[in-house]
């Protein structure tokens, strides 16, 4: 076993500000949904934390892309242009998680510096990152003035939609994170995978670490 | 206003069927009519008339059953506005020499006041021209037969200075009487009422002469802003998006605390912004609002997104769209203000599922004059995924909110908590086969 650094500083920390600011964006979202029904904050201050958590997330994000844009760590993101090769990745990786792992067979996936994302979750980040979060920024950032956008929102179609879309999101959003933080704890220890994401370094096998590097 | 095209001339000339005993009175009015006095008195040819007109009992029988008073107090007519300019003034037709015997007919009281009316703007050229531009003309013009003229609200002989300014004399409350009662018991009425004149009575909202259509849109909002000049500035210290809420919100759903609230949905033209007119040829719109034959509930959610899908389909002029407002169910009700400290201000009197704010909805197409038809809609219309289209221009964070939506929100709880529970189980389920060596470990 040795240990590789994975995670630089700019990641962790954005994503643990992410991490929690879709948490706060989550529960707020639902306070602010279902008021009446839940009632742990008022409506206002749910709308008020709302909005510059949210403001947060758009600030975190360009720290995300930014650090990806200027590093050669872009390439983690680069998506699979072949289908083929990405259907058996997942597939692969989706067998493994739904059958290989219960019988103990080997992850199919070796961790290495420039290729720490397995086929599954390299589509769902590069969704994640590259659809939903810009989706949810531009349209929570239309929803915080719809007067200051009203031109804007109109052409899309009006509040409604904007709202919807806004909100499918968010019900996605919700679905994932468990989902994330119960995949994350599939490592060899269930702590294994928290702990990199704050100290950057995650232990390989010697024959994982020098895979694909 | 064809009602107004019989000359003045015509219309006076109509005295003499019940007018024989008036004769006197036209030699006389030949004899001073031209030089009326001030001062309260009224002229030699002023009182001419009045010897007959100032009879009581003087009623003129029209063609269609009605009587016409001719009965006019001298006492009241001399201390009123008009009476410095004398009877000649306004009837200037009359001719005296064959007054009251040469007059024709009148049909009715009502075409006899739309034929006066032109008189008056012969005088009150401003005034006339700002009642063509307001809703009551735009009512007479579609052949309202109760809506107001000159004399409906100005009793020509009997126009006294400040008439229209004071709550006891106000003209408004004639025709608008529920609404009056309402004002009164409000706190513009009651400071009104205490002398307060800065409390704005029915012309400081609405226009004395210019009265618009209050329910137009957002355009009473401006009037309030127009004495409440800090209004936004104090909203905004603790309301979010304050314009947004002034654009969809009338003032009175909030500042009239009592009253019942509803969603008025607007159907209007996405290019000129204009509210549109009555859609022609679809059905829900063919029978008069609120009859039978327009259903109990309205339009349904499917049936207004079809409607939508219908009025935009390929190759359409003009693009509908639907834009929606927060406001009160009456005009009684939205005349029931209240002092700011009594005013809504819990966010959660609409944000939240089946607020009463939303479970009365009407959809408006522009009428005559741009007076608002107002048509019934299911409530349901503000919850449905039908809806997330066809009236994008209104929602209500959580008082409005797309059913389907919190279903879709159900499913991904139990997903995103319920599949790594199972996994988990399964995974706690297989641990000896999970750590059972494997072959090629066994044989290594």
């Not at chain 2, 107004?4 to 036209?26: I, N, Y």
């Not at chain 2, 034929?115 to 008056?120: G, L, T």
């Not at chain 2, 309205?298 to 935009?312: E, K, M």
């Not at chain 2, 005013?343 to 005559?368: E, L, M």
Request: net charge positive; proline share 6%; hydrophobic share 45%.
């Amino acid at each position: 076993m040795r240990r590789i650094y994975l995670h630089p500083l700019p990641v962790r920390i954005w994503h643990w500000i992410n991490a929690v600011s879709f948490v706060l964006l989550v529960l707020t979202g639902i306070q602010i949904r279902y008021v009446g029904l839940i009632d742990v904050i008022p409506f206002r201050t749910a709308v008020m934390l709302h909005s510059w958590i949210g403001f947060v997330v758009v600030g975190s994000f360009f720290i995300w892309f930014l650090f990806y844009i200027f590093t050669d760590k872009a390439r983690l993101y680069h998506p699979e242009l072949n289908p083929v090769e990405l259907f058996r990745g997942c597939l692969r990786q989706a067998v493994y998680y739904a059958h290989g792992m219960f019988k103990g067979l080997p992850n199919p996936f070796h961790l290495s510096k420039f290729r720490k994302f397995n086929p599954l979750q390299s589509l769902t980040y590069q969704i994640v990152m590259l659809i939903l979060v810009p989706l949810q920024c531009v349209t929570g950032i239309l929803l915080w003035d719809l007067t200051r956008f009203a031109k804007v929102v109109e052409w899309l179609g009006g509040v409604r939609v904007v709202d919807t879309v806004h909100v499918l999101v968010f019900i996605i959003v919700v679905f994932y994170i468990p989902f994330h933080a119960y995949l994350a704890a599939l490592g060899r220890t269930p702590l294994e995978h928290y702990k990199a994401m704050f100290t950057g370094y995650e232990e390989v096998e010697d024959e994982d670490s020098g895979a694909a590097d | 206003m064809a009602g107004l095209g019989a000359g003045d001339r015509r219309q006076h000339r109509s005295f003499k069927a019940g007018a024989g005993g008036l004769v006197a009175a036209a030699v006389m009015l030949a004899a001073g009519a031209a030089s009326p006095a001030a001062g309260g008195t009224l002229s030699n040819g002023d009182e001419h008339c009045l010897s007959c007109h100032q009879s009581a009992g003087t009623d003129m029988p029209l063609a269609n059953g009605e009587a016409l008073s001719l009965h006019i107090s001298g006492e009241v007519f001399a201390k009123s506005v008009h009476g410095p300019f004398g009877c000649s003034a306004c009837h200037s037709d009359i001719d005296p020499a064959k007054h009251p015997g040469d007059v024709a007919p009148i049909a009715g009281r009502r075409s006899f006041a739309v034929a006066r009316a032109k008189v008056c703007g012969s005088c009150h050229t401003d005034q006339a021209a700002q009642w063509n531009r307001g809703v009551h003309a735009a009512l007479v013009r579609a052949g309202n037969p109760v809506a107001p003229l000159c004399t409906s609200c100005h009793s020509p002989h009997a126009v006294m200075k400040g008439a229209a300014e004071a709550m006891d004399t106000v003209p408004c409350k004639a025709c608008h009487g529920a609404i009056f009662t309402a004002y009164a018991a409000s706190v513009h009425g009651v400071l009104r009422a205490a002398g307060v004149t800065q409390a704005p009575l029915c012309f400081g909202c609405h226009g004395a002469h210019d009265v618009k259509v209050p329910t137009a849109g957002a355009g009473m909002k401006d009037v309030c802003f127009g004495c409440h000049v800090d209004a936004v500035a104090r909203h905004q210290e603790w309301l979010p998006n304050t314009l947004l809420h002034f654009g969809v919100v009338s003032c009175p759903a909030c500042h009239a605390p009592k009253a019942r609230r509803k969603v008025d949905l607007v159907l209007y033209n996405r290019t000129t912004k204009e509210d549109a007119a009555r859609p022609v040829g679809v059905p829900e719109f063919e029978s008069p609002p609120g009859s039978p034959a327009a259903g109990r509930t309205g339009l349904d959610p499917a049936t207004l997104f079809n409607l939508l899908r219908t009025l935009n389909r390929p190759g359409a002029v003009n693009q509908t769209g639907i834009k929606g407002r927060l406001d009160v169910r009456s005009g009684a009700e939205a005349h029931q203000l209240t002092a700011a400290a009594d005013a809504v201000s819990d966010c959660n009197t609409c944000h939240k599922a089946g607020a009463d704010a939303f479970q009365s909805v009407t959809i408006s197409v522009a009428g005559p004059g741009g007076i608002p038809v107002h048509y019934g809609v299911s409530k349901d219309v503000l919850n449905s995924a039908f809806s997330i289209n066809s009236i994008g221009g209104f929602y209500a964070i959580g008082g409005t909110r797309i059913t389907f939506l919190d279903v879709l929100l159900i499913l991904a709880l139990l997903g995103g908590f319920g599949l790594p529970a199972l996994h988990l189980t399964a995974k706690w389920l297989s641990r000896r086969a999970a750590n059972r060596p494997r072959d090629s470990e066994r044989k290594g």
